[in-house]
């Protein structure tokens, strides 16, 4: 069964950082294309960065130079790696994958930086 699990959320001040997680299973990280959406309280969902199975990766440009995505082949997990946070990264943020024809959530983890 095709699942993914985000974890690593929490409070934190602007200016500080975060790592998040997505653990996946029923399929191998390694060789397809993962990705991070996030939704703020009132806005629709928007990408965020993706990495591919060759590593390529891309960001949104609102977070381009303070994020970053990775993967460990061996533990199966992506990761998004969150430095110089801002009250407006505030959201829920989701892993994503498309397999098998179908897209595929987890339930999200909620970042909140603030003061």
């Known amino acids: 069964q095709v699942q993914v699990v985000e974890s690593g959320g929490g409070l934190v001040q602007p200016g500080g950082s975060l790592r998040l997680s997505c653990a996946a299973s029923g399929f191998t990280v390694s060789s397809i294309t993962m990705s991070w959406y996030r939704q703020a309280p009132g806005k629709e969902r928007e990408y965020v960065a993706f990495?591919?199975?060759?590593?390529?990766?891309k960001y949104a440009d609102s977070v381009k130079g303070r994020f970053t995505i990775s993967r460990d082949n061996a533990k199966n997990t992506v990761y998004l790696e969150m430095n110089s946070l801002k009250p407006e990264d505030t959201a829920m943020y989701y892993c994503?994958?498309?397999?098998?024809?179908?897209?595929?959530w987890g339930k999200g983890t909620l970042v909140t930086v603030s003061s």
């Open positions: 994503n994958v498309w397999y098998q024809s179908q897209d595929h």
């Open positions: 990495i591919t199975g060759l590593g390529s990766t």
